[in-house]
């Protein structure tokens, strides 16, 4: 369960301040699937850094499984981002020296988890993946969709609740990002909380509940029963 | 995080980034290495002169004759008296039991010559005891015959290097050499290669103390050497001198003892502060060595921005970061100061083996010292990038801005 309430993010530019979030209200339930569209510099990135806990809200609160978080400490807020929430970037920010495997195991050693224990989960998600033959890879030896779908791996091995998605098609091809939004809409299905950022409006409209941002401001706020 | 994943994940981090890891690897190890043979220059030289003085013994005091009237002179060392220093006063020396031996010495230049070969040397008139007292050894034959100090005997103990002068490959002993109009006999040659603070022992000959007397026509000796009979006693032998030599002069203190012990303190002090200054250039060297681990340390963390914006985004905590850090400035200069010492020791092998004479080591406490400085160079002067790398932040870390 996600809430933000009246919240704002102000950036100094230069000696102005430029409002990148003002007023956001939003309630997202457990298991939702929710895509962020909007023109560039509209506020869907910040607004995804604000909930991802990678940034902090100027005014107002939000509340992590019902957990204030505006007035934790970066201790905290690190130790939440590590078991609630997974990142899928555009650029999908694998450690070019570390192997696929080693790439999905990486939150797990940052989080202390003994290796035998690790080792179990890679290959589980390995497999559910479909990766299990390019785990000892690195990632220049892996094609667009393999990186991003490691990444995604890397993203759920610590089981989050939440999937925070920016722009994960952007820089693959038609055929790869079909299946990563295909994988990305599987793992909703199996109960994780799905909020992707994306110009594809095609991307956009498959979300059952769909935002657009203008101004830093929630434009629009539609849902919509999914077709099944 | 667990340590042997920390370790593990430094490990690979610093063996990537190969350029990197050997600039700050050259520039520890250089700075560790010369600390250490600085250092052992400096403790070389001191080991040196003290070995120099330790040859002529530490317990020894030298008795000279005459006496510095006020304080601040240099002592008489061809002091002119109206008593004389003679043999008798030397040998009653003898009866303190602080007082081990004793050793009266007359000097003077004279030719020494056999056949149609001539050398003018250094003649030294002393008794048995002499060789004792200043670890003398000799090569063939035998030393001074242990005869009363007062009685005359022509036999002679050549130098090796005016043995060799005068008799070339020859056999010596037995044979008859030439003291200005006297004639001695050759019973003895001294070892080779002894030298004791600059005198060249081998450029030298020795023939009973009353001989010399009699040859250089002086009665007065020109100094008395006394060994003590243990390091402690050496002040009690000093009382003992005094008073022995003020008896025998009716009540005046006409002589002058110095003591081997407090000319080798002294320049064992001096010697030591040289060390320290030379150890102390030495480490400024590797506090610069620690500035430019802190640059490319620097360099490190703004090449690796997006990986540390992605460690935070996982969930990795600033203290995360700042650890990941640490553990590579540290592991970095813990293996330069390694590199460093052994490239030291190497360094410290080769002298030794080119220049035997001179005593090449660094102290103990120079490659500890040496690898403490280098650690917390890598310790301060890599906190200031990890603070830096912890504090980034996520967002516009992975953006690469």
């Known amino acids: 369960m996600i809430q933000l309430q009246q919240v704002e993010r102000d950036f100094e530019v230069g000696d102005e301040t430029v409002r990148a979030l003002a007023e956001v209200n939003l309630e997202i339930p457990d298991g939702d699937y929710l895509s962020v569209m909007g023109p560039s510099g509209s506020g869907k990135s910040t607004l995804l850094n604000v909930i991802g806990l990678l940034d902090r809200p100027t005014r107002g609160e939000y509340i992590l499984d019902h957990t204030p978080t505006t007035t934790l400490g970066e201790e905290q807020r ?6 609630h929430i997974g990142f899928v970037f555009q650029a999908f920010h694998l450690v070019a020296r ?3 495997a080693e790439n999905i195991a990486l939150p797990m050693v940052l989080a202390g988890i003994a290796p035998a224990e690790r080792q179990r989960r890679v290959q589980e998600v390995l497999q559910s993946l479909a990766l299990s033959d390019r785990a000892s890879h690195r990632p220049d030896q892996l094609s667009g969709g393999q990186r991003q779908r490691v990444a ?17 098609t952007g820089n693959l091809d038609q055929h790869s990002g079909q299946e990563v939004v295909e994988l990305l809409e599987q793992l909703n299905g199996e109960g994780i909380t799905l909020i992707v950022v994306t110009h594809d409006a095609a991307i956009g409209r498959r979300a059952r509940r769909r935002i657009r941002m203008l101004d830093g401001r929630i434009d629009s706020d539609e849902r919509e029963d999914a077709p099944a | 995080m667990r340590l042997p994943d920390l370790l593990a994940l430094t490990t690979r981090s610093i063996i990537e980034a190969r350029t990197r890891t050997l600039l700050m690897l050259l520039a520890m190890s250089i700075g560790v290495a010369s600390v250490v043979l600085l250092t052992a220059l400096g403790e070389g030289a001191r080991r040196y002169v003290v070995g120099e003085f330790e040859q002529l013994g530490t317990d020894l005091l030298i008795m000279l004759p005459g006496r510095t009237e006020t304080t601040g002179g240099p002592p008489p060392l061809f002091g002119q008296t109206p008593r004389d220093l003679t043999i008798a006063d030397a040998m009653a020396l003898l009866r303190d039991p602080n007082i081990l031996r004793v050793a009266p010495i007359s000097v003077g230049n004279a030719p020494v010559s056999h056949a149609s070969l001539e050398r003018e040397v250094t003649i030294v008139g002393s008794t048995r005891d002499f060789f004792p007292i200043r670890r003398i050894q000799v090569g063939v034959g035998r030393q001074l015959p242990d005869i009363p100090a007062d009685r005359q005997s022509n036999v002679i103990v050549l130098g090796a290097a005016l043995k060799k002068e005068l008799f070339g490959r020859h056999n010596p002993l037995g044979r008859w050499v030439r003291v200005n109009d006297r004639r001695f006999r050759v019973i003895g040659v001294l070892a080779p290669g002894g030298e004791s603070l600059g005198t060249d022992l081998g450029e030298m000959a020795i023939i009973p103390v009353a001989s010399a007397q009699a040859l250089f026509n002086s009665p007065s000796l020109f100094r008395v050497l006394i ?12 009382q003992a001198a005094i008073r022995i030599i003020r008896l025998r002069h009716d009540g005046e203190d006409d002589v002058t003892l110095i003591s081997q012990d407090a000319m080798l303190g002294t320049f064992d002090r001096i010697l030591r502060a040289l060390t320290y200054t030379v150890s102390g250039i030495a480490a400024i060297s590797l506090a610069v060595a620690g500035i430019l681990i802190m640059n490319v340390m620097l360099v490190a963390v703004s090449q690796r921005v997006p990986e540390i914006g992605l460690l935070k985004a996982l969930g990795g905590s600033e203290r995360q970061v700042l650890r990941l850090f640490l553990t590579e400035a540290i592991l970095l200069a813990g293996a330069g100061a ?26 103990l406490w120079a490659p500890v010292a040496a690898v403490a400085v280098a650690l917390s160079a890598g310790l301060v002067f890599g906190v200031l990038p990890a603070r830096r790398a912890a504090r980034l932040n996520p967002v516009q870390a992975l953006s690469g801005r």
């Open chain 1, 78 to 83: 690190a130790a939440l981002r590590r078991e």
């Open chain 1, 98 to 100: 570390l192997s696929a």
């Open chain 1, 152 to 168: 995604i791996g890397r993203a759920i091995v610590m089981r989050p609740g939440l999937l925070l998605a920016d722009e994960p």
């Open chain 2, 227 to 238: 060994q003590a009979s243990a390091k402690e006693d050496i002040e009690a032998a000093r």
């Open chain 2, 338 to 363: 390694s590199i460093g010492i052994l490239l030291s020791g190497l360094a410290i092998l080769l002298v030794n083996q080119l220049y035997p004479a001179f005593p090449f080591a660094a102290p």
